[in-house]
């Protein structure tokens, strides 16, 4: 087992560690915190499949850009208020449901991977667009840049939401 597989797991299982513990802190900063420490492993990984324009906009983006608005968004609705409602059982239905339609997400992905059917057709069609930087930027802006402007918006919209509940609830 070479050095870049030892580093591998390491960076694997911390995230999932770290991303464990981003669901199971009850305090929203600390969850937030939890979410920086695992992008930054998820590009190390990154880095290590030789993807380092991912592993670039993972860290500048995701643990710079969003994680930075998720934490000044927590601070205005005040989470202090937040971490003390309790769920009740309407709400922990709902939380099973979409826990047991992403287990079986994870059950298609894993199916599709192990079958083989899965990530060539989409490395075969960035190596077709000239490699790494390249094959993304033009899948990016050509094949999924509806996809990728419908993300935009829905955090454009969830920002805006929250910020208003804040005013909202400051006005108060």
Partial sequence: MGSAQVFFYIFAGLSLLFSLLVVTRRNPVHSAICLIITFFFMAGVFVLLKA????AVQVLVYAGGVVGLMLYVIMLVKADEASQVKQSLGQMVVAAFVALLLFLQLGAVAYIYFSGKGAGAAVAEAIRYGGNTEGIGALLYTKYLFPFEVASVL?????VGAIVLAKNRLER
């Fill in 52 to 55: 380092e324009l991912l592993a």
């Fill in 155 to 159: 955090l454009l919209a969830a920002m």
